[in-house]
């Protein structure tokens, strides 16, 4: 499976790119392919700031619903509108087309963000 | 604590397929190959195949085999005439359910209970528990078998070519035993758990691998995929079909679960006094099916509200409908909402969203 070295993970299954203060935020291959074909994904909470660890929206595949949980802690500048008629890209091109929120980061990076193997070792591979 | 997960036979054939394999019902179950959602549209419009082996069979034989199957079991067994199937349920003694299964007629005094994996056991006690007073012949013969469903429009022309037995002659809830794919004696039911049509084929373990070798090969020209049991819920879901532990369970009557087609009084079983009664009396909540009119997906659990925004229900089980792209759902309401048409609301993550009730199946061809 593909875990690109440039992004850090969370136990969460979530990978986070950060370019400046601004970060970028979707879910892993690993967790795609859990999930199965994703069908909707909510997210109501743009312009709210929201603590890491924080549930910031949902993610729905045919058989199971899914909460989203913040990796860091910031405010949410933008969702992936393009999601909304194709939920089918977080499948296709999960750290890609498939992102889900863009995020004004606050404070610092937390501690518990994880490398590409780190992630990798997680899940045993 | 700790169990070991059971295999079905074909295990090896399902994860070199590349299924992703999950516990269920106490099996390592495949419960998707490809995407649900193509796997589903699969069985909608051409074949697919399901390996169920995990579901339990255990045979019912003898001078007292008809009296013990009417007393277990609510639906009127004595219709059945030899190769004719036929759905029903046990009926405990408090009004609820210990699990819904198919009666096979196989001869005279000789019958097949399929009862749900999930319930092997308990229903196995059971069973034997009421036999004291009848003494047949019974034996619990689900570790020797596998069961494959191959459903879809095109699934008697998938595997008419495995067997003489002219498969447009079995009718829905019949059955044959005949060789197949070389096989004899096999079991081929008019049966399945989709609405796409098919048949269900049961098979000696020992057999497993050449049938279902045979019915992908035969199956090839019509595009025959294996299809997890992730696309079963949906495909179920999408009829209305219940699932035993979601839509029925110990709790809930069979009247409620509008399985009163199944419950018949023309004869004497568990509970059937109270059952009865029930029924003269009304009852006070009914399983229902809906389709969500606004984007959201119900699923088990999820409160079920009136127009008003009060609460008259849940929601037992719901899904998006790969058919129709639409969420559906079963719940229990009260009576009184329960009829379709009437609008409703299901709180999907503190909203009220609508839906309408609608009579079954809410997937129309």
Not at chain 1, 11 to 28: M, Q, R
Not at chain 1, 57 to 74: C, I, N
Not at chain 2, 146 to 169: C, I, W
Not at chain 2, 299 to 323: D, M, Q
Request: proline residues 4%; negative net charge.
């Amino acid at each position: 499976m593909n875990f690109p070295k440039e992004l850090k993970y969370t136990k969460d299954h979530e990978w986070v790119k950060i370019e400046g203060d601004t970060v970028t935020i979707g879910i892993t291959e690993f967790a795609q392919r859990e999930l199965g074909d994703i069908v909707y994904v909510e997210v109501e909470t743009v312009g709210e700031t929201i603590e890491h660890g924080e549930v910031f929206g949902t993610v729905e595949a045919v058989k199971t619903v899914s909460d989203l949980f913040m990796p860091l802690s910031g405010e949410i500048l933008e969702f992936n509108e393009e999601l909304e008629n194709s939920p089918e890209m977080v499948n296709e091109d999960p750290y890609g087309a498939g992102w889900m929120i863009k995020v004004k980061m606050d404070g610092d990076l937390p501690s518990d963000l994880l490398s590409s193997e780190e992630y990798g070792e997680l899940l045993g591979q | 604590m700790e169990y070991t997960t059971k295999k079905v036979t074909l295990n090896d054939v399902h994860e070199k397929l590349g299924a992703k394999m999950v516990p269920f019902a106490g099996y390592n179950m495949p419960v998707r190959y490809s995407s649900d959602l193509e796997e589903h549209r699969t069985v909608r419009e051409s074949v697919g195949i399901f390996d169920v082996s995990h579901m339990g069979e255990f045979l019912v034989k003898g001078p007292k085999a008809l009296d013990l199957i009417q007393y277990v079991c609510s639906n009127d067994a004595s219709k059945l005439a030899i190769g004719q199937a036929q759905y029903s349920c046990f009926p405990n003694e408090k009004g609820g359910i210990v699990d819904d299964l198919i009666v096979y007629k196989m001869a005279e005094e000789e019958y097949m209970l399929v009862v749900n994996a999930s319930n092997i056991d308990k229903d196995w006690m059971w069973v034997k528990k009421q036999n004291k007073q009848f003494e047949a012949e019974l034996e619990n013969i689900s570790d020797n078998i596998s069961l494959f469903a191959v459903q879809g429009p095109d699934a008697a022309d998938a595997l008419q070519p495995l067997t003489k037995q002219k498969l447009d002659d079995i009718k829905f809830y019949h059955f044959a035993v005949a060789e197949f794919a070389g096989v004899p004696d096999v079991i081929i039911s008019g049966t399945g758990y989709t609405g796409a049509g098919g048949f269900e084929i049961y098979v000696k373990n020992e057999h497993a691998e050449k049938v279902w070798n045979a019915i992908m090969e035969s199956g090839k020209e019509y595009g025959i995929k294996p299809i997890g049991l992730g696309a079963r819920d949906t495909l179920r879901l999408e009829m209305g079909y219940c699932l035993y532990g979601n839509d029925i369970d110990e709790t809930t009557s069979p009247l409620e679960a509008g399985l009163g087609w199944i419950t018949k009084f023309t004869k004497d079983f568990i509970n059937s006094e109270n059952l009865k009664k029930q029924k003269e009396e009304g009852i006070t909540r009914k399983l229902v099916g809906f389709i969500m009119h606004e984007k959201g997906i119900p699923r088990a659990g999820y409160t079920i509200v009136n127009t008003e925004g009060e609460p008259i229900g849940k929601v037992t089980s719901g899904t998006l409908s790969p058919s129709m792209g639409l969420g559906i759902g079963l719940g229990y309401v009260k009576k009184e909402f329960a009829d379709p048409g009437e609008y409703i609301g299901i709180q999907v993550r503190n909203k009220n969203l609508e839906a309408t009730i609608e009579k079954l199946p809410l997937y129309k061809k």
